[in-house]
């Protein structure tokens, strides 16, 4: 029975150093355009700045950086965002209207 307990306190003092020593990895995102110069700002931080329209808007301000461009995994089209706006009352009014 005793070296049942030592047995799960040593494993629960392992499990509690390992969780520890894992380092969190952090990303943080501003802007809404399709189009993100993704940087890294070191000790695990990537910064995203989704300013940018087009991909060669991106290019240019990623010169000189050491960052890339990237898609914004956020981003939706205008008439994505209007279409998610419409509420179903809004929406079978449109529809009635074009008829």
């Not at 799960?8 to 802007?31: D, K, P």
Request: aromatic share 8%; proline share 2%.
């Amino acid at each position: 029975m005793m070296r049942l307990l030592r047995s799960m306190v040593a494993v629960v003092i392992v499990a509690v150093v390992l969780s520890m020593n894992a380092r969190a990895s952090h990303a943080y995102q501003t802007g809404d355009s399709q189009w993100c110069l993704v940087t890294n700002k070191g000790a695990d931080s990537m910064q995203w700045e989704c300013e940018y329209d087009t991909s060669n808007d991106c290019a240019t301000a990623v010169a000189g950086t050491g960052g890339y461009c990237a898609i914004n995994p956020f981003w939706q089209s205008d008439n994505h965002r209007m279409r998610a706006e419409m509420t179903p009352a809004a929406s079978r009014t449109s529809l009635d209207e074009s008829r």
